[in-house]
Protein backbone atom coordinates (compact mmCIF):
# COMPACT_ATOMS: atom_id res chain seq x y z
CA UNK A 1 0.00 0.00 0.00
CA UNK A 2 1.36 3.35 -0.84
CA UNK A 3 1.07 6.28 1.70
CA UNK A 4 -0.49 9.28 -0.17
CA UNK A 5 -0.82 12.36 2.77
CA UNK A 6 -3.99 14.26 3.07
CA UNK A 7 -4.34 14.64 6.90
CA UNK A 8 -4.18 10.77 7.00
CA UNK A 9 -5.90 9.81 4.39
CA UNK A 10 -4.86 6.56 2.71
CA UNK A 11 -5.32 6.19 -1.02
CA UNK A 12 -4.48 2.57 -2.37
CA UNK A 13 -2.71 1.82 -5.27
CA UNK A 14 -3.37 0.91 -8.42
CA UNK A 15 -6.95 2.06 -10.11
CA UNK A 16 -6.83 3.34 -13.39
CA UNK A 17 -9.40 5.62 -13.52
CA UNK A 18 -8.59 9.10 -14.14
CA UNK A 19 -11.04 11.60 -13.51
CA UNK A 20 -13.73 12.73 -14.71
CA UNK A 21 -16.23 15.50 -15.33
CA UNK A 22 -13.89 18.08 -14.16
CA UNK A 23 -11.66 20.34 -15.43
CA UNK A 24 -7.89 20.19 -13.65
CA UNK A 25 -5.60 22.86 -13.67
CA UNK A 26 -1.80 21.19 -12.54
CA UNK A 27 0.25 24.31 -11.90
CA UNK A 28 3.79 23.07 -11.98
CA UNK A 29 7.32 23.87 -10.63
CA UNK A 30 10.31 22.70 -12.32
CA UNK A 31 13.47 22.61 -10.89
CA UNK A 32 13.42 19.73 -8.14
CA UNK A 33 9.82 19.18 -9.03
CA UNK A 34 9.80 17.85 -12.75
CA UNK A 35 13.53 18.03 -13.22
CA UNK A 36 17.31 18.15 -11.83
CA UNK A 37 19.75 20.92 -13.85
CA UNK A 38 22.54 19.69 -11.04
CA UNK A 39 23.97 23.11 -10.85
CA UNK A 40 23.03 24.62 -14.70
CA UNK A 41 21.20 27.33 -13.13
CA UNK A 42 23.39 28.84 -10.66
CA UNK A 43 26.71 28.46 -12.46
CA UNK A 44 24.80 30.40 -15.56
CA UNK A 45 23.72 32.80 -13.03
CA UNK A 46 26.75 33.56 -11.36
CA UNK A 47 28.39 33.65 -14.64
CA UNK A 48 26.18 36.42 -15.87
CA UNK A 49 26.87 38.34 -12.72
CA UNK A 50 30.03 38.18 -13.08
CA UNK A 51 29.87 39.35 -17.13
CA UNK A 52 27.91 42.40 -16.32
CA UNK A 53 28.78 43.51 -13.06
CA UNK A 54 32.71 41.90 -12.98
CA UNK A 55 32.08 40.22 -9.30
CA UNK A 56 32.46 36.64 -8.87
CA UNK A 57 30.36 34.20 -6.92
CA UNK A 58 27.86 36.76 -7.11
CA UNK A 59 24.99 34.48 -5.50
CA UNK A 60 27.33 33.19 -2.33
CA UNK A 61 25.06 33.35 0.82
CA UNK A 62 21.95 33.52 -1.78
CA UNK A 63 19.24 31.54 -0.52
CA UNK A 64 18.15 30.36 -4.11
CA UNK A 65 15.36 27.30 -3.15
CA UNK A 66 11.98 28.28 -3.86
CA UNK A 67 12.29 31.66 -4.58
CA UNK A 68 11.66 34.16 -7.56
CA UNK A 69 14.53 34.86 -10.19
CA UNK A 70 13.92 38.56 -9.36
CA UNK A 71 14.05 38.88 -5.56
CA UNK A 72 17.63 36.54 -5.75
CA UNK A 73 18.95 39.17 -8.48
CA UNK A 74 17.70 41.69 -6.44
CA UNK A 75 19.19 40.22 -3.24
CA UNK A 76 22.65 39.56 -4.76
CA UNK A 77 22.90 43.35 -6.30
CA UNK A 78 21.83 45.03 -3.19
CA UNK A 79 24.75 42.68 -1.20
CA UNK A 80 27.25 43.76 -3.99
CA UNK A 81 25.87 47.39 -3.74
CA UNK A 82 24.45 47.38 -6.77
CA UNK A 83 20.97 49.27 -7.40
CA UNK A 84 21.19 50.62 -10.79
CA UNK A 85 20.80 47.61 -13.51
CA UNK A 86 18.94 46.47 -16.30
CA UNK A 87 16.85 43.37 -15.19
CA UNK A 88 16.23 42.13 -18.99
CA UNK A 89 19.65 42.63 -20.03
CA UNK A 90 20.77 40.47 -17.06
CA UNK A 91 18.22 37.57 -18.33
CA UNK A 92 19.04 37.86 -21.50
CA UNK A 93 23.06 37.32 -20.56
CA UNK A 94 21.86 34.83 -17.87
CA UNK A 95 20.12 32.76 -21.05
CA UNK A 96 22.71 32.26 -22.97
CA UNK A 97 25.05 31.25 -20.32
CA UNK A 98 22.56 28.76 -19.34
CA UNK A 99 22.08 27.23 -22.97
CA UNK A 100 25.42 26.45 -23.55
CA UNK A 101 25.80 24.82 -19.66
CA UNK A 102 22.98 23.14 -20.12
CA UNK A 103 24.45 21.52 -23.43
CA UNK A 104 27.44 20.04 -21.86
CA UNK A 105 25.69 19.20 -18.66
CA UNK A 106 25.11 15.49 -19.41
CA UNK A 107 24.35 15.02 -15.63
CA UNK A 108 21.21 17.48 -16.15
CA UNK A 109 17.36 14.69 -16.00
CA UNK A 110 14.17 14.48 -15.82
CA UNK A 111 13.02 13.38 -12.56
CA UNK A 112 11.03 9.57 -12.27
CA UNK A 113 7.83 9.08 -13.26
CA UNK A 114 7.30 13.11 -14.81
CA UNK A 115 7.06 12.04 -18.56
CA UNK A 116 4.94 9.13 -17.67
CA UNK A 117 2.61 11.57 -15.93
CA UNK A 118 2.73 14.68 -18.13
CA UNK A 119 1.64 12.40 -21.18
CA UNK A 120 -1.17 11.16 -19.39
CA UNK A 121 -2.61 14.30 -18.35
CA UNK A 122 -1.01 15.84 -21.63
CA UNK A 123 -3.61 13.08 -23.34
CA UNK A 124 -6.75 13.78 -20.88
CA UNK A 125 -9.22 15.91 -22.19
CA UNK A 126 -9.93 17.29 -18.51
CA UNK A 127 -6.37 18.16 -17.57
CA UNK A 128 -4.08 21.41 -18.45
CA UNK A 129 -0.50 21.67 -17.57
CA UNK A 130 1.17 25.06 -17.03
CA UNK A 131 4.06 26.27 -15.15
CA UNK A 132 4.36 27.79 -12.10
CA UNK A 133 8.04 28.65 -11.89
CA UNK A 134 10.55 31.17 -10.23
CA UNK A 135 12.58 30.92 -13.19
CA UNK A 136 12.49 33.59 -15.24
CA UNK A 137 10.94 33.21 -18.35
CA UNK A 138 13.56 32.56 -20.68
CA UNK A 139 15.56 30.30 -18.27
CA UNK A 140 12.19 28.27 -17.83
CA UNK A 141 11.57 27.49 -21.17
CA UNK A 142 15.39 26.78 -22.05
CA UNK A 143 15.46 24.34 -19.41
CA UNK A 144 12.21 22.99 -20.16
CA UNK A 145 13.46 22.40 -23.69
CA UNK A 146 16.45 20.96 -23.43
CA UNK A 147 15.20 18.30 -21.17
CA UNK A 148 12.17 17.51 -23.87
CA UNK A 149 9.51 18.47 -22.06
CA UNK A 150 8.63 22.21 -23.31
CA UNK A 151 6.03 19.94 -25.43
CA UNK A 152 4.00 19.83 -22.73
CA UNK A 153 3.02 23.13 -21.85
CA UNK A 154 1.90 26.05 -23.41
CA UNK A 155 1.63 28.83 -20.74
CA UNK A 156 2.14 29.61 -17.21
CA UNK A 157 3.62 32.37 -14.45
CA UNK A 158 7.27 33.16 -14.30
CA UNK A 159 9.59 34.84 -12.03
CA UNK A 160 10.94 37.13 -14.69
CA UNK A 161 9.61 40.62 -13.08
CA UNK A 162 7.41 39.63 -9.64
CA UNK A 163 9.25 39.48 -6.28
CA UNK A 164 6.66 36.62 -4.49
CA UNK A 165 6.29 33.74 -5.69
CA UNK A 166 1.96 33.84 -4.63
CA UNK A 167 2.23 36.02 -7.81
CA UNK A 168 3.82 33.73 -9.68
CA UNK A 169 0.99 31.57 -9.17
CA UNK A 170 -1.76 34.03 -9.90
CA UNK A 171 -0.05 35.14 -12.92
CA UNK A 172 0.01 30.96 -13.80
CA UNK A 173 -3.66 30.44 -13.01
CA UNK A 174 -4.62 34.09 -14.99
CA UNK A 175 -2.70 33.09 -17.87
CA UNK A 176 -4.16 29.17 -18.10
CA UNK A 177 -7.79 31.08 -17.98
CA UNK A 178 -6.78 33.41 -20.81
CA UNK A 179 -4.99 30.74 -23.06
CA UNK A 180 -7.62 27.87 -22.67
CA UNK A 181 -10.53 30.42 -22.04
CA UNK A 182 -11.26 28.67 -19.15
CA UNK A 183 -12.67 30.14 -16.11
CA UNK A 184 -11.20 27.14 -13.57
CA UNK A 185 -13.37 28.74 -10.75
CA UNK A 186 -13.79 25.69 -8.71
CA UNK A 187 -10.22 26.35 -6.93
CA UNK A 188 -10.86 23.03 -5.33
CA UNK A 189 -9.35 21.50 -8.97
CA UNK A 190 -6.67 23.74 -9.02
CA UNK A 191 -3.22 21.69 -7.92
CA UNK A 192 0.11 23.90 -7.06
CA UNK A 193 2.85 20.70 -7.23
CA UNK A 194 5.96 21.56 -5.94
CA UNK A 195 9.04 20.30 -3.93
CA UNK A 196 9.10 23.84 -1.32
CA UNK A 197 7.27 25.02 1.58
CA UNK A 198 6.82 28.27 -0.56
CA UNK A 199 5.07 26.10 -2.87
CA UNK A 200 2.87 24.82 -0.04
CA UNK A 201 2.32 28.41 1.41
CA UNK A 202 1.39 30.18 -1.74
CA UNK A 203 -1.03 27.84 -2.37
CA UNK A 204 -2.65 28.30 0.61
CA UNK A 205 -3.01 32.40 0.18
CA UNK A 206 -4.53 31.75 -3.46
CA UNK A 207 -6.76 28.78 -1.81
CA UNK A 208 -5.77 26.38 -4.11
CA UNK A 209 -4.59 23.04 -3.29
CA UNK A 210 -1.17 21.95 -2.96
CA UNK A 211 0.83 18.53 -3.91
CA UNK A 212 4.35 18.67 -2.05
CA UNK A 213 7.09 16.67 -3.41
CA UNK A 214 10.07 15.44 -1.49
CA UNK A 215 12.82 15.69 -4.53
CA UNK A 216 14.17 18.97 -3.76
CA UNK A 217 15.71 19.76 -1.07
CA UNK A 218 13.31 19.47 1.72
CA UNK A 219 12.34 16.46 3.29
CA UNK A 220 9.18 14.98 4.16
CA UNK A 221 8.82 15.28 7.50
CA UNK A 222 9.84 19.19 6.63
CA UNK A 223 7.26 19.69 3.98
CA UNK A 224 5.03 17.86 5.69
CA UNK A 225 5.14 20.34 8.69
CA UNK A 226 3.74 23.13 6.55
CA UNK A 227 0.47 21.07 5.76
CA UNK A 228 0.53 20.41 2.25
CA UNK A 229 -3.53 18.97 0.93
CA UNK A 230 -1.09 15.60 -0.10
CA UNK A 231 2.66 14.85 0.05
CA UNK A 232 4.75 12.07 -1.93
CA UNK A 233 8.27 11.20 -1.26
CA UNK A 234 8.46 11.07 -5.52
CA UNK A 235 6.70 10.74 -8.87
CA UNK A 236 8.79 7.62 -9.45
CA UNK A 237 5.10 6.06 -8.82
CA UNK A 238 3.03 7.98 -10.96
CA UNK A 239 -0.26 6.47 -10.51
CA UNK A 240 0.13 7.31 -6.44
CA UNK A 241 0.07 10.95 -7.95
CA UNK A 242 -2.99 10.28 -10.52
CA UNK A 243 -5.15 8.72 -7.64
CA UNK A 244 -4.94 12.72 -6.05
CA UNK A 245 -7.49 13.12 -8.60
CA UNK A 246 -9.97 10.39 -8.93
Not at 4 to 18: F, I, N
Not at 118 to 138: A, D, M, P
Not at 213 to 239: F, N, R
Request: glycine content about 8%; charged content about 25%; proline content about 1%.
Amino acid sequence: MEKLYRSTQTVRKGRSRMAKNKNILLIWDIDGTLLTCKGSGKRSMTQAFLDMFGVQNGFDGVNMAGRVDRSIVTEACEKHGIFEYDIDAFYKLYSQCLDNDMKDNHKAKVLDGVEHILKRTHESSQFFNVIGTGNCEQGAWLKLKHLNLDSYFDTGGFGTHVIERKHVIKHALDNARKHYNMDFIDLENVFVVGDTPADVICSKKLNLKSVAIATGGYTMSVLESYKPDYLLASLDKPQSFLNIFE
